[in-house]
């Protein structure tokens, strides 16, 4: 039997702070919207918030790009808005997960700021600054957001510093102790404060294997992609270890990486002694792009690719492991959208993924809005974006001249922005994010999509959402849910995702079918009755299951 843990049967919540609710009137969501809002989130069911970063930052990336670790930023509140957060949230028997960002600062940190001003500061060390080649970078790495992953100095000669984001984000440098030390320390002061635990940011990037000079260039800009030599190098294991022992291993705490773990890593990272407690996988959130991460050239995947990697990942990470799944999040577009296209955008399939989603092995993330259905904004020009790398995906497209039309469409469809509209509450002004001006448009179908509406709403996308975090919790349901085992089921039949979760001799089958037309299928010898479906009815008759069109259901044998 797996071992329990609180964080096995938590629900995480994702919220993104600047469009969750404002309580001032200024147009951006802070931390009293939060608070305000915690009702909201108990009565969902969720027990865990997993809030965005919510640091003093220049806002390059969404806050991504942190100033100061210690201080919330003013137009989110004060630090004592948070601390009341956790405090109030606790109340409702709510953790708070902060977000924590160590690959690199922004480069308005006080630590680069001071590297900048003097060479000799010891600041320099915290960062890579390396000499160029003959006034070029010292190598030929790309950003992930596109062009050099090196700025030039200012004000200096052949020196650069390197950044595998936005030139705004400067990479920390973990081979230096001190910058470890400050790091650790900062860690273990948030969580004196009494939080949940952290999700933590492209960890995997850390441990760099610097090259000098040139490389084998992979695109027409003589650059070369940066991850096969910073993401998981060999050595970053020390530096996991020791940053889990130094204050993770000293709390009971949630840790939430993100980091794709390979296969043969599943219990380095994720097992029982893990670094962390549980990670995401990328897989079938990034199915609709290359491995370039061009969005631009969307790929023509099928559902039996995406199946096919949602069972993978979940029978993989149960090999040796615990995960977090989720289908959104503040880097990711809508997913009805994502995996569905015109008619087919609709409350089924809204049901359909949360199905799926809920009833997989792993702790839960539902992003907010995802649990009324919330969708894909589209707007009307480039400039209406708001998301560095929305911009940097465009001019990319622009430059590799593919027709302004077509890059339009591909970018925008995929742009993190489709995430961070506001949230709906309701058919008021704004969809009852603001009084003011809303920092980015509010999706207009707030009419349709929005809390107050749905919660009236029994057949609604939230109400079946509620259900299905229910069943988590659910006494009866709860421990062949957390900790049954994952059994792919069906899974040689074209467009339909199954999967068994087995515990002792309770069983449910998940069963969910990913196309327009009917499907017909034989479950085998035992009875199951029906808990959950996004049909008002399920044609079970003895062994035999008839399924409409994107017809998803749960079914029990107990
Ligand atoms: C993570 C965040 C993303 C951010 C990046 C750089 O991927 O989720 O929003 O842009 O790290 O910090
Ligand atoms: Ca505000």
Redesign the pocket.
């Known amino acids: 039997m797996e071992s329990r843990k609180w964080w096995k049967e938590a629900v995480i919540y994702e919220v993104y702070p600047r469009s969750f609710q404002d309580s001032n009137g200024d147009g951006i969501g802070d931390i009293r919207g939060v608070i305000s809002r915690l009702p909201y989130i108990k009565e969902f069911g969720a027990n865990t918030i997993w809030l965005?970063p919510c640091y003093k930052s220049p806002w390059s990336?969404?806050g991504?790009?942190i100033a100061d670790y210690y201080q919330v930023a003013p137009e989110f509140g004060t630090n004592e808005d948070l601390y009341e957060l956790i405090e109030k949230a606790r109340k409702y028997d709510i953790k708070i997960l902060l977000?924590l960002?160590m690959?690199?600062t922004s480069d308005e940190h006080a630590w680069f700021q001071e590297a900048l001003k003097n060479p000799d500061s010891k600041y320099r060390g915290y960062y890579f600054f390396e000499k160029g080649i003959d006034g070029q970078p010292p190598n030929n790495w790309r950003s992930?957001?596109g062009g050099s992953a090196w700025e030039p100095v200012p004000g200096e000669e052949n020196m650069f510093y390197l950044h595998?984001?936005s030139k705004k984000?400067p990479d920390l440098n973990w081979e230096n102790p001190a910058m470890r030390e400050e790091l650790y320390t900062m860690i273990n002061w948030w969580l004196d404060k009494g939080i949940g635990g952290f999700r933590i940011?492209?960890i995997l990037n850390i441990k760099k294997n610097m090259v000098y000079g040139t490389v084998e260039p992979d695109g027409d800009d003589g650059l070369t992609a940066i991850d096969k030599y910073i993401i998981n190098q060999p050595g970053i294991g020390a530096l996991l270890s020791e940053l889990k022992s130094r204050t993770f291993a000293n709390y009971d705490i949630m840790t939430v990486a993100?980091a794709a773990v390979p296969d043969e890593q599943v219990a380095e990272f994720i097992g029982p002694d893990g670094y962390f407690n549980m990670s995401f996988d990328f897989r079938a959130a990034d199915i609709d792009i290359p491995e370039t991460g061009e969005w631009f050239k969307p790929t023509d995947w099928t559902v039996n690719q995406l199946r096919d990697i949602f069972l993978t990942v979940q029978t993989q990470v149960q090999n040796a492991g615990w995960g977090a799944v989720y289908l959104e999040?503040?880097?990711q577009n809508r997913s009805v959208n994502k995996y569905f296209s015109g008619s087919a955008v609709n409350d089924v399939t809204k049901k359909m993924l949360g199905t799926i989603l809920l009833g997989f092995r792993g702790t839960p993330v539902i992003y907010q809005g995802e649990e009324i259905g919330m969708e894909n904004i589209e707007l009307d020009s480039i400039d209406q974006y708001s998301d560095?790398?929305t911009y940097h995906q465009y001019q990319a497209g622009i430059q590799a001249g593919l027709d302004s039309g077509y890059v339009y469409k591909t970018v925008t469809h995929r742009s993190?922005d489709n995430s961070r509209t506001p949230m709906q509450w309701d058919q008021g002004k704004n969809a009852g994010f603001t009084d003011g001006a809303p920092w980015f448009p509010v999706n207009d179908n707030f009419v349709d999509i929005n809390v107050e509406r749905e919660r009236n709403n029994k057949d609604s996308v939230y109400a079946y959402y509620k259900s299905l975090v229910a069943l988590r919790t659910d006494s009866r349901y709860k421990d062949v849910l957390v900790y049954g085992t994952v059994i792919p089921m069906f899974d040689k039949m074209d467009n339909i995702v199954a999967y068994r979760r087995q515990l002792d001799n309770q069983e449910l089958q998940i069963i969910a079918n990913f196309q327009e037309n009917e499907a017909r299928l034989e479950l085998g010898a035992e009875k199951f009755k029906v808990l959950l479906s996004n049909y008002e009815n399920v044609d079970l008759a003895n062994t035999k299951l008839y399924l409409k069109p994107y017809q998803a259901v749960i079914l029990a044998n107990f």
């Open positions: 965005c990336d969404n991504y790009d977000d960002v690959n690199h992930y957001f595998a984001f984000m940011d492209a993100e999040n503040h880097d560095i790398q993190r």
